[in-house]
């Protein structure tokens, strides 16, 4: 778990403004690099060139050179000349192989060379030519060797006040660096986020529009890019200002729907109003011929009958076509005290009439429990779960009925241990017409709207409903604001 999560972590991308910034710092951070190099190897060049002129001074200076008299035996009359650097070494090479080395110490003694310091004296060849060696444990040296008739001679001077000069200014630059890159990082920060604000701000109205409930219902599009925001002339002011033309042509979208809708549910309200007397007439004058009994051959009573029954079917859903017109108008719901006890005990009792051959089991708690509600259409929204239940399961299939309240809210809950709704009629199974067996008889009395009338009833109740189900068991579950009989209001 704990390895996914890292994982996750490194791939999260970068934003805008992060990306933006460590890009700057790079290319900062690239060009004070070069900088510095460039620096420290023209500084080295320059040093030097300024040692091998000294040098070139130093060897004039000594044994042999051309302003100085033929040398008294000795290396310590040279390297005390006046002007020769603390640390000057200085070595005679005789044709027979033998040689001399010292050095000027700082408290202007002369110490001879050992072995392995001047072994590395011994091999210069003796052009002329200043070049760069190693005396032992005496660091690096800048040292020319000359020859002359008594054999060559060898001067060198010390490396390590060049190599301490370019260390320092190292150091120097590191920190001048470091220092810069840490205001330039600062000012970087709020720079980018000073010229980034405007994208924040079409993602604030990008934001807002994306939880404005879009796909029913009268929608209010107002949210528009800020005028600041739509400046063509700036690539953020394109993008805003598309966006507005977006927004403009999706507002043009909606409200044409919300008319088509509105022009939808006046004809479904008012035809369902129409439909109720004839289908009530209709129903009524069925029922009045079968009551002739002898005077009615069986077949014209057995067609009145069905006449009565279709007519019964057509009145029920033409009352669930008008309710659904009625909520969907967004006309507000009685708010009066319902026994929701009471009133699920008695669907439960109708359904175990209705449905014999299943088994119904009832859960609530001793004490009623109320909300706030239209009793006529919570009523419903049981009967409508419960039918489900039943219509829709096979024979000797348990149906419970759980009612129980907690934490300011009620919960009812219809399970069955029937087969389970297929996965792909799951998102479509609160919408209208929908139905879960689109091959069975109109005989199982099923509309598609009794699902679709729950979750409108319950939303209008200013509540939720929840389905779970796989095969073996289907739970749906209406959760609505509890009701305290103390205040008179929601909890």
């Known amino acids: ?222 949210v528009r890019v800020p005028e600041a925001d739509t400046d063509t002339r700036t690539e953020v002011g394109k993008v805003g200002a598309a966006l507005n033309r977006m927004l403009e042509h999706v507002a043009a979208a909606l409200a044409a729907r919300q008319r088509s809708e509105s022009r939808v549910r006046q004809f479904v309200a008012d035809a369902s109003h129409e439909l109720r007397t004839p289908l009530a007439s209709i129903r009524g004058y069925a029922e009045l011929s079968r009551r002739h009994g002898e005077a009615v051959p069986p077949d014209v009573r057995y067609a009145l009958a069905r006449v009565e029954a279709e007519s019964g079917r057509m009145t029920s859903l033409v009352e669930e076509l008008l309710l659904l017109a009625r909520l969907d108008s967004g006309r507000p719901v009685a708010r009066e005290p319902v026994d929701l006890s009471r009133l699920v005990a008695d669907a439960v009792a109708d359904a175990h009439v209705a449905g014999p051959e299943h088994r119904w089991l009832l859960t609530a708690p001793p004490e009623p429990v109320t909300v706030l509600g239209d009793a006529s259409q919570l009523h419903q929204v049981v009967l409508n779960l419960l039918n489900n239940a039943r219509t829709h399961t096979p024979a000797g299939t348990t149906v419970r009925t759980i009612l129980a309240a907690a934490k300011g809210e009620v919960r009812l809950a219809v399970a069955d241990d029937g087969p389970g709704i297929p996965a792909e009629i799951r998102p479509e199974v609160f919408e209208r017409f929908s139905r879960g067996d689109t091959s069975r008889s109109r005989e199982a009395g099923s509309t598609g709207l009794g699902l679709a009338i729950v979750a409108a009833v319950v939303a209008a109740h200013h509540g939720q409903v929840r389905l779970d189900t796989h095969p073996g068991r289907t739970e749906f579950t209406v959760i609505l604001p509890a009701h305290s009989s103390r205040t008179g209001s929601p909890q």
């Open 1 to 222: 778990m704990s390895s996914n999560r890292r994982g996750e972590r490194a791939r999260r991308p970068w934003s805008l403004r992060g990306r933006l910034l460590v890009q700057v710092l790079g290319l900062l951070a690239l060009v004070s690099l070069v900088v510095g190099v460039v620096t420290e190897f023209a500084l080295r060049d320059f040093l030097l060139d300024q040692l091998d002129s000294q040098l070139a001074a130093a060897s004039d200076r000594g044994p042999g050179g051309p302003d100085r008299l033929p040398p008294p035996p000795g290396l310590g009359f040279y390297l005390r000349v006046p002007g020769q650097p603390v640390g000057t070494v200085a070595a005679r090479l005789l044709p027979g192989g033998l040689s001399e080395a010292a050095r000027l110490a700082p408290d202007t003694s002369i110490d001879p060379l050992e072995r392995e310091q001047r072994e590395p004296l011994e091999r210069l060849p003796a052009d002329g030519r200043p070049r760069t060696v190693t005396l032992g444990d005496l660091g690096d040296y800048r040292a020319v060797a000359t020859g002359t008739p008594e054999g060559r001679r060898v001067t060198a001077l010390p490396l390590a006040g060049l190599h301490d000069t370019l260390w320092r200014l190292g150091f120097v630059l590191g920190g001048v660096a470091v220092t810069a890159l840490l205001a330039a990082g600062a000012i970087a920060a709020l720079t980018v986020r000073r010229t980034l604000r405007p994208l924040d701000r079409l993602a604030t109205t990008a934001g807002k529009v994306a939880e404005i409930p879009l796909d029913r219902g009268e929608v209010a599009l107002s």
